[in-house]
């Protein structure tokens, strides 16, 4: 049973298309992040979602935009995507006030 | 501002022996909460262990332990009798204990290799 899925694992894409990422969770929590790991490794958070409210919004061009259909689930949707966005985007999710959060795979974004 | 320095950007080990992972921390925060993820080559982000602030354990998972110093805001993983599959990156990363959404904030990352 996966907890935090994410399609695709990988999206290869010519620069100005807009592709989508999604995420699912099945642990029952209700409040879910996008993070994005550059190509040195740095991890950075993005957004947060509590139950489909946006809670977190952290300096991301407007390019990005989440949306979250019910608690379980958490799409990132990218316009006219650029070379820098390249990088490894990870969903994670936990339960609002809690400690830890699990996350997703991760799916490895290259913009050619 | 919340800040997490991993001075260690890589590390090598014979395997069987015990290896600490440095990790201090810089914030503000009253009380919060630090953590330790590994990231193997295949990608994903594993969760390790966690230490609340006003733990007066350190905190210890399996082969794992925090040792966590408050008075010099740091916060090792100490990693027992280390084998093949422990080789990876270790990420040590920090939030504020508050309520509401919890924003991690990551250090640079640690690789490991462990060597037979």
């Known amino acids: 049973d996966t907890a935090v899925s994410q399609t695709p694992k990988y999206l290869v894409t010519q620069m100005g298309n807009d592709k989508s990422i999604k995420c699912e969770q099945n642990l029952g929590h209700d409040t879910m992040y996008w993070y994005k790991q550059d190509s040195k490794k740095f991890l950075k958070i993005m957004f947060s979602?509590?139950?489909?409210?946006?809670?977190i919004n952290e300096t991301v061009p407007n390019r990005f935009s989440p949306k979250s259909p019910d608690k379980a689930h958490l799409n990132l949707h990218i316009n006219s995507l650029e070379l820098g966005d390249s990088a490894v985007y990870f969903c994670?999710?936990?339960?609002?006030?809690?400690?830890?959060?699990?996350f997703g795979p991760g799916t490895r974004l290259t913009v050619l | 501002a919340q800040k997490i320095t991993q001075t260690q950007p890589g590390m090598f080990v014979q395997e069987k022996e015990a290896v600490t992972l440095d990790c201090t921390y810089d914030t503000s925060d009253p009380s919060y909460g630090l953590f330790w993820y590994k990231q193997p080559s295949s990608g994903e982000m594993i969760f390790l262990i966690y230490q609340g602030s006003y733990d007066q354990q350190n905190a210890t998972e399996g082969r794992y332990s925090l040792n966590f110093q408050k008075a010099r805001k740091s916060a090792n993983l100490v990693i027992s009798a280390s084998q093949l599959g422990d080789s990876a990156m270790y990420f040590c990363?920090?939030?504020?204990?508050?309520?509401?959404?919890?924003?991690?904030?990551f250090g640079q990352g640690t690789r490991l290799t462990i060597n037979p």
């Open positions: 979602y509590n139950n489909k409210e946006l809670i």
């Open positions: 994670a999710s936990t339960y609002l006030g809690a400690d830890t959060q699990y």
């Open positions: 990363a920090m939030s504020p204990a508050l309520q509401g959404a919890q924003k991690l904030v």
